[in-house]
């Protein structure tokens, strides 16, 4: 099955860091852009931010633009984000999933039935 495996999740204080991973499972993500997306509590799923398949290439929903930052290791099949300066309203639930194409759309707005290979996602909270 090709899926993403998401870690590195956990409880952080509130203005800490934390980086999450993804790695993907049964596929490789060479040729694809991939984003990270996140539902918090009472809310519905929005992205956070899309990196382009060679890596080049980034966006940032507004809400983390400055915090969050996007990487990936294509020879490891694994993408990154690093999230600094964590508020109360970063807590969710967070998901990686591929773009049909190689640049990413604006991680904003987009249909997120556009994208594929959904993982479990990983908890991040953030506590005061």
């Known amino acids: 099955q090709s899926q993403f495996v998401e870690s590195g999740g956990g409880l952080v204080q509130l203005g800490g860091s934390l980086r999450i991973s993804c790695a993907a499972s049964?596929?490789?993500?060479?040729?694809?852009?991939v984003g990270w997306f996140r539902r918090a509590p009472g809310k519905e799923r929005e992205g956070v931010s899309c990196?382009?398949?060679?890596?080049?290439?980034?966006n940032y929903a507004d809400s983390v633009k400055g915090r969050f930052t996007i990487s990936r290791d294509n020879a490891k099949n694994t993408v990154f984000m690093e999230m600094n300066s964590l508020k109360a309203e970063d807590t969710a639930v967070y998901y990686c999933a591929t773009w049909y194409g190689r640049t990413c759309p604006n991680v904003q707005g987009v249909s997120l039935m556009l994208f594929s290979s959904w993982g479990q996602g990983t908890q991040v909270t953030v506590s005061s």
């Open positions: 049964g596929f490789s993500m060479v040729y694809y852009a």
């Open positions: 990196i382009s398949s060679t890596g080049d290439s980034t």
